[in-house]
């Protein structure tokens, strides 16, 4: 278990170090060109490529970067960059950049199941890649597959051994925005479902408050019934005992206030 722990938390690690790392490349190189980066994938080498004795500078390491850009001004230009951070800076470098017309080829290498190698044939070459994780290019393809799509107009790049959920109609985007919506449907049909609720309380809470209304008008009617009662049988058995002239006591249901005439037993 701490095992796991340990590499999800290095995994997570990982992930969020790459998406800053987008994040600055797309702001130090691309935004003050007025340009958007749509996709990005931190690659390196299947294979070394020979590079001319003098062009070695000894930077040391660094890490390499494809980015996928369009300009923000119609019409609009789609290139491919190769970019690199070299070890102890903080600064991203432009190395190369084609054009979206330059590239013939992308190679996914399987098309049976994910694995981070890629190949991407250009006019003047052929560049061997292996990406960070099989998910990261398998974004990068599909968001590529998506923009040539769109943006190339004449001669569109070919894509072999892909798989086909790469090269789909919809983009990683347009299925984002599908469960976005799907989403907003349910949280929609659920506050419906909740407004229904309330208002079937609601209409119960009244029932119950007519109900309580009526109980107690009721109740006060019985008390005045049960109240005239008793006055009249104490009145009869003193009409019984006491001689005449006597005050009959009347009680008032409306103002509750007890009522006294003479009267003699002729009167009865």
Request: aromatic share 8%.
């Amino acid at each position: 278990q701490t095992l796991l722990n340990k590499l999800f938390s290095i995994s997570l690690f990982l992930l969020v170090s790459e998406m800053s790392a987008k994040s600055a490349i797309n702001k130090e190189l691309f935004t003050p060109h007025d340009e958007k980066m749509l996709a990005g994938v931190q690659v390196k080498r299947r294979t070394k490529k020979k590079i001319p004795f003098l062009a070695t500078g000894g930077q040391g390491d660094y890490m390499t970067f494809i980015c996928l850009s369009v300009t923000n001004k119609k019409p609009s230009h789609v290139s491919l960059t190769k970019v690199k951070q070299f070890q102890g800076s903080s600064a991203f470098t432009k190395r190369s950049q084609w054009t979206i017309d330059q590239l013939r080829q992308v190679n996914g290498i399987d098309s049976n199941k994910d694995c981070p190698e890629f190949d991407l044939m250009f006019d003047n070459g052929l560049d061997q890649w292996v990406a960070s994780s099989a998910g990261e290019k398998c974004t990068f393809i599909q968001i590529l597959h998506h923009t040539c799509q769109r943006y190339c107009s004449a001669r569109k790049p070919e894509f072999i051994n892909c798989q086909s959920k790469l090269l789909g109609g919809n983009s990683i985007l347009h299925s984002a925005a599908d469960s976005v919506t799907s989403a907003v449907q349910k949280a929609s049909q659920a506050l419906n479902e909740r407004g229904e609720r309330l208002g079937r309380t609601e209409e119960r809470t009244a029932e119950m408050m007519n109900s309580a209304e009526q109980f107690a008008v009721t109740a006060h009617k019985v008390r005045c019934m049960q109240a005239r009662c008793i006055l009249m049988q104490k009145l009869w058995i003193r009409l019984k005992t006491v001689p005449v002239p006597y005050c009959l006591i009347g009680y008032c249901e409306k103002t509750n206030i007890c009522l006294k005439k003479s009267f003699t037993l002729k009167d009865i």
